[in-house]
């Protein structure tokens, strides 16, 4: 089970830090996304990372202002988002597949776990 949190409103060239907290499992040998989905349009993959190959990927849009990173310890993932901006707007949902050492994917497909989403709205 995945339960994201951390979403709300936040203005322009702010900040916020979602969570993904996995129940159920380890992270190890697991790969995580994080995908959003904007009002009308179509889902797309946000930034992933791989917990045994340690890899991590984002879109072009949010490189240098987004983070992932996974707290074993803590069984949570994280996306710290800085420098928000109002097309960042969406739902955000994490996802999880299992992947060895392997590397993560970009496409919603390959995900077998879900979580409910969270809200992100960017707005002044």
């Known amino acids: 089970q995945l339960v994201e949190s951390g979403g709300g409103l936040v203005q322009p060239g702010g900040s916020l830090t979602l969570s993904c907290v996995v129940s159920?499992?380890?992270?190890?040998?697991?790969?995580f996304a994080w995908f959003r989905q904007a009002s009308g349009k179509e889902r797309e993959g946000v930034s992933c990372?791989?917990?045994?190959?340690?890899?991590?990927h984002y879109r072009d849009s949010v490189k240098g202002r987004f983070t992932i990173s996974a707290d074993n310890a803590k069984n949570t993932v994280y996306l710290q988002m800085n420098n928000l901006k109002p097309e960042d707007t969406a739902i955000f949902y994490c996802?999880?597949?299992?992947?060895?050492?392997?590397?993560?994917?970009?496409?919603?497909?390959?995900?077998?776990?879900w979580g409910q989403g969270t809200q992100v709205t960017v707005s002044s």
């Open positions: 996802a999880a597949a299992w992947v060895g050492k392997g590397l993560c994917s970009k496409r919603g497909t390959d995900y077998t776990y």
């Open positions: 159920g499992r380890t992270l190890d040998g697991y790969a």
């Open positions: 990372i791989s917990t045994g190959e340690g890899s991590t």
